[in-house]
């Protein structure tokens, strides 16, 4: 097996971007802990490899004015560490902690999670949860934001053109009363992927839900929201009967298959059980 392509290391975003504008099959790297994966098993598909670990601007996490930006070259060691507070933290904290270990957490990057775009990401579901929009940059075409949903558009597959490089992450900070609940069931506790996995964040006012984001991971081609069993519970107070509403509409509306991991049924079962268990949690924390 033979790779065959040229290398760069661009020392800013602008020479990024040229990079990837030009002829041939052009591919970004990041911490690699895919693409070393994928190279291994067959040829890369491309010409030109363009090393992403020079680019500075990709590394901030900013908060102004309400908004977080995570770069895109953050490593999930760095948002282990990153103390945000609230809602933010409550996802992203036990995620970074479940990813892979810390070896892979030392090299992975959000962005590079986002863009290999598996169905079983670990930083989708919080993301999602969170209302995140991706940023892109091309050379000739600007800048462009995507909301997630819109970014992810199969399996392995976004809205990334080949010439964009997908510059961060931003979301608004959720407010302080945000609740909000996140779990990775795997066959292991450490270094495993997910078979399901859950992130949500619940708003309530005077008792009932004002908006309720469900994202779900490793149960559709790519990590989704659940709009039905959000909608159910929309100005309804928590309690057993629309909880459990809830969450039979997300198992119905989640497209699991089976792999050597779990069944569909079993995925199947794990959301609605999931779900539950997240909603009574949310519920129980404001008592
Ligand atoms: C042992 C091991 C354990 C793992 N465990 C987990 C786990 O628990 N959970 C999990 O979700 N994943 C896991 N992974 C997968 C992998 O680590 C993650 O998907 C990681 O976040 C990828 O980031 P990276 O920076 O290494 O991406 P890379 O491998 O550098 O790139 C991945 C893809 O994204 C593209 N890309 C990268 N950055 C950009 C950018 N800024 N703009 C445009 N395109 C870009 C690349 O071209 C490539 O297609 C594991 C991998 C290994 C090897």
């Known amino acids: 097996m033979i790779n065959d392509f040229e290398f760069t290391q661009p020392r800013d975003v602008s020479e990024a971007l040229e990079a990837l504008a030009e002829k041939g099959r052009v591919m970004p790297v990041a911490g690699g802990t895919n693409v070393l994966v994928n190279m291994k098993r067959a040829p890369l598909e491309t010409d030109l490899l363009v090393d992403l670990t020079r680019l500075e601007a990709l590394e901030p996490i900013l908060s102004d004015n309400g908004r977080i930006r995570l770069g895109a070259g953050v490593t999930f060691a760095r948002l282990l560490e990153w103390r945000p507070g609230g809602a933010v933290e409550g996802l992203m904290g036990p995620m970074c902690v479940a990813f892979a270990g810390p070896l892979i957490r030392n090299l992975a990057t959000v962005g590079g999670n986002l863009c290999d775009a598996s169905a079983a990401a670990d930083a989708s579901p919080p993301l999602l949860a969170l209302d995140a929009c991706v940023e892109l940059e091309s050379a000739t075409g600007g800048s462009r934001t995507l909301p997630l949903p819109a970014f992810f558009q199969g399996v ?132």
Do not use: C, H
Not at 185 to 193: E, P, Q
């Open 156 to 287: 392995r597959k976004t809205a990334r053109r080949a010439t964009e490089l997908v510059t961060g992450i931003e979301f608004s900070k959720p407010e302080d009363d945000e609740r909000w609940f996140y779990y990775k069931l795997g066959k292991r506790k450490a270094d495993a992927i997910s078979i399901v996995s859950i992130a949500m964040t619940v708003k309530l006012a005077g008792g009932k839900v004002e908006r309720a984001r469900i994202a779900l991971g490793a149960v559709a081609p790519f990590a989704m929201r659940v709009p039905e069993a959000e909608g159910i519970l929309q100005g309804e107070p928590l309690n057993d009967s629309t909880i459990a509403a809830a969450a039979a509409t997300a198992a119905r509306e989640s497209r699991p298959i089976d792999d050597f991991r779990a069944t569909g049924a079993y995925r199947r079962q794990m959301v609605e059980a999931l779900v539950k268990r997240g909603l009574n949690e949310v519920a129980r924390r404001g008592k």
